[in-house]
């Protein structure tokens, strides 16, 4: 059995799955976190209490095991993406677990944004965006790190994502995967490996950073630290694999793995990501979109929203909704885009396709007669076009075929109205599963480095199949075509600059 540990952005998780990626229920334990916020852009994490929930979820999730005869050969970690904590390093270069850290920085920590124009000139110049696959956005390390040396020696420190500090804390060494270390903006695609030039610009040395190990590398649960190498005993056998990052888990989980399916996941950010081979990655990423390493042998290009559920957890709190039977039956009975509003969905900034991080929101259209459900529903509908625009600029690129499905995992996706919205406006089948795509996905893997299954022997989890109706695409179309007019006329293009390649 595999135990699978997955640090999302507002819930930890942890849960046994089988080596096919079938949960074992009565194993999953749940508990949520919510960042520190400020209007001056800060969302973060206090490391220490961040790790003391981890270890109670995975310790509660060990103890049902146990009780029901589970063996755990295998342990394996999805995490939120571009996280970022510093850990001090000791004179001899090792980090110091028993040391304060630094705050977690979390993707929507928009203060670095501030170093944007005295780095622009030298992300255009050095090809960063190309090299990197990233774009110049205070979601990734590099503006981070620039920012925090104005007041840090941060040569002083170790930085890694807060999963590599869960390894340190529980392992005594920290790695990264090629998955977690692609999506921090300081990593050379071509070369597989941090980027000696962008670190020397920052001040850093290899060092600095964890590094970055093959696919196949894992430690033996034999190495696990006091106090979990008594309190955690039924680790002692099992292999413990380097986190990896819950984009590429999201496509594992949904059997994503090629050109062939695409995945959706639908949490409190969203994303859409296609799997490729690398002699198929591009050399510059589409327009508004990033590439990122699935493992050593795939590249994920796709798109990342920083509004979908935390989008609607906002509606929920701002609207006066009727109850969820009567408001989904309501939705299912509108047509397509009849809202006669246009919503630019950007309460937490925006990443694809601008990447306008002080973005704002904006309902246009508003009458009198307008109601909370009309309001709902503009909303769902700016979630699907924004991911259809995603798909287009994939299609545009050739890497996305008309032949491809989409996969749709997460929470929104249990709504069958949002489905249908979300089928109709990428114009494309897709396929709804109801399961913890990323969990699953680092269990899949898990199986896979183990040995104890093999790729074709995977099979996606039950779900719905949808399929786009004509006219309800064409009209959706032209809600794309209204949205894209309005963000152009208030934002302009992308940020100046901060995507050429």
Same mark, same amino acid.
């Given at each position: 059995?595999?135990?699978?540990?997955?640090?999302?952005?507002?819930?930890?998780?942890?849960?046994?799955?089988?080596?096919?990626?079938?949960?074992?229920?009565?194993?999953?334990?749940?508990?949520?976190?919510?960042?520190?916020?400020?209007?001056?852009?800060?969302?973060?994490?206090?490391?220490?209490?961040?790790?003391?929930?981890?270890?109670?979820?995975?310790?509660?999730?060990?103890?049902?095991?146990?009780?029901?005869?589970?063996?755990?050969?295998?342990?394996?970690?999805?995490?939120?993406?571009?996280?970022?904590?510093?850990?001090?390093?000791?004179?001899?270069?090792?980090?110091?677990?028993?040391?304060?850290?630094?705050?977690?920085?979390?993707?929507?920590?928009?203060?670095?944004?501030?170093?944007?124009?005295?780095?622009?000139?030298?992300?255009?110049?050095?090809?960063?965006?190309?090299?990197?696959?990233?774009?110049?956005?205070?979601?990734?390390?590099?503006?981070?790190?620039?920012?925090?040396?104005?007041?840090?020696?941060?040569?002083?420190?170790?930085?890694?994502?807060?999963?590599?500090?869960?390894?340190?804390?529980?392992?005594?060494?920290?790695?990264?995967?090629?998955?977690?270390?692609?999506?921090?903006?300081?990593?050379?695609?071509?070369?597989?490996?941090?980027?000696?030039?962008?670190?020397?610009?920052?001040?850093?040395?290899?060092?600095?950073?964890?590094?970055?190990?093959?696919?196949?590398?894992?430690?033996?649960?034999?190495?696990?630290?006091?106090?979990?190498?008594?309190?955690?005993?039924?680790?002692?056998?099992?292999?413990?694999?380097?986190? $990896?990052?819950? #984009? /590429?888990?999201? +496509?594992? !989980?949904? %059997?994503?793995?090629?050109? *062939? &399916? =695409?995945?959706?996941?639908?949490?409190?950010?969203?994303?859409?990501?296609?799997?490729?081979?690398?002699?198929?990655?591009?050399?510059?990423?589409?327009?508004?979109?990033?590439?990122?390493?699935?493992?050593?042998?795939?590249? $994920?290009?796709? #798109? /990342?929203?920083? +509004?979908? !559920?935390? %989008?609607?957890?906002?509606? *929920? &709190? =701002?609207?006066?909704?009727?109850?969820?039977?009567?408001?989904?039956?309501?939705?299912?009975?509108?047509?397509?885009?009849?809202?006669?509003?246009?919503?630019?969905?950007?309460?937490?900034?925006?990443?694809?396709?601008?990447?306008?991080?002080?973005?704002?929101?904006?309902?246009? !259209?508003?009458?009198?007669?307008?109601?909370?459900?009309?309001?709902?529903?503009?909303?769902?509908?700016?979630?699907?076009?924004?991911?259809?625009?995603?798909?287009?600029?994939?299609?545009?690129?050739?890497?996305?075929?008309?032949?491809?499905?989409?996969?749709?995992?997460?929470?929104?996706?249990?709504?069958?109205?949002?489905?249908?919205?979300?089928?109709?406006?990428?114009?494309?089948?897709?396929?709804?599963?109801?399961?913890?795509?990323?969990?699953?996905?680092?269990?899949?893997?898990?199986?896979?480095?183990?040995?104890?299954?093999?790729?074709?022997?995977?099979?996606?989890?039950?779900?719905?199949?949808?399929?786009?109706?004509?006219?309800?695409?064409?009209?959706?179309?032209?809600?794309?075509?209204?949205?894209?007019?309005?963000?152009?006329?208030?934002?302009?293009?992308?940020?100046?600059?901060?995507?050429?390649?």
């Amino acid at each position: 059995m595999i135990l699978a540990i997955d640090i999302g952005s507002s819930s930890l998780r942890a849960a046994v799955f089988s080596p096919d990626g079938s949960l074992a229920p009565e194993t999953l334990t749940r508990q949520p976190v919510t960042p520190a916020t400020d209007g001056g852009g800060a969302m973060t994490y206090a490391a220490e209490p961040l790790f003391a929930q981890l270890a109670q979820v995975v310790g509660k999730t060990l103890r049902v095991a146990r009780r029901q005869g589970y063996p755990i050969q295998g342990v394996g970690i999805s995490t939120m993406m571009h996280s970022l904590v510093g850990a001090r390093l000791t004179p001899a270069g090792r980090a110091d677990v028993g040391a304060a850290t630094t705050p977690v920085f979390a993707w929507g920590d928009t203060r670095s944004e501030s170093e944007r124009e005295n780095l622009v000139e030298y992300f255009a110049r050095r090809r960063l965006y190309a090299r990197s696959g990233c774009p110049l956005h205070s979601s990734y390390w590099l503006l981070k790190l620039a920012w925090l040396r104005r007041t840090l020696a941060i040569a002083e420190w170790q930085w890694m994502s807060f999963a590599e500090y869960a390894w340190l804390r529980l392992l005594g060494v920290a790695y990264a995967s090629a998955s977690l270390a692609s999506a921090t903006g300081l990593y050379a695609r071509q070369a597989g490996d941090w980027d000696e030039e962008t670190l020397a610009y920052l001040g850093l040395a290899r060092r600095n950073l964890t590094p970055v190990a093959d696919d196949g590398f894992a430690l033996s649960g034999d190495r696990l630290q006091p106090p979990f190498r008594s309190r955690w005993a039924s680790l002692r056998e099992a292999k413990f694999f380097p986190p $990896l990052g819950d #984009g /590429a888990c999201g +496509n594992l !989980g949904s %059997l994503c793995f090629s050109p *062939r &399916r =695409a995945a959706i996941n639908l949490g409190t950010t969203a994303a859409l990501r296609i799997a490729a081979p690398l002699d198929r990655e591009p050399e510059a990423p589409p327009p508004g979109l990033w590439v990122y390493r699935l493992d050593q042998r795939r590249a $994920l290009v796709g #798109g /990342a929203l920083s +509004n979908a !559920g935390n %989008l609607l957890a906002w509606g *929920r &709190r =701002a609207l006066r909704l009727p109850p969820t039977s009567r408001l989904e039956a309501a939705l299912q009975a509108a047509r397509p885009d009849e809202t006669g509003l246009t919503i630019l969905p950007f309460l937490a900034g925006e990443r694809s396709l601008g990447w306008h991080p002080q973005a704002t929101g904006v309902i246009a !259209g508003l009458r009198l007669a307008t109601n909370p459900v009309v309001i709902w529903q503009a909303l769902l509908e700016a979630i699907a076009i924004r991911l259809a625009w995603i798909a287009e600029e994939l299609e545009t690129a050739g890497l996305f075929p008309a032949s491809a499905a989409c996969i749709v995992s997460g929470g929104a996706s249990a709504s069958p109205a949002f489905a249908a919205m979300l089928c109709h406006a990428l114009g494309r089948p897709i396929y709804v599963i109801q399961t913890e795509a990323s969990a699953r996905g680092v269990a899949l893997w898990t199986s896979l480095r183990l040995g104890l299954i093999r790729l074709d022997q995977c099979r996606l989890p039950d779900g719905r199949r949808l399929e786009p109706e004509a006219e309800a695409h064409a009209r959706y179309r032209a809600c794309l075509l209204r949205h894209r007019a309005a963000y152009r006329k208030l934002y302009g293009a992308a940020q100046p600059n901060a995507l050429a390649p």
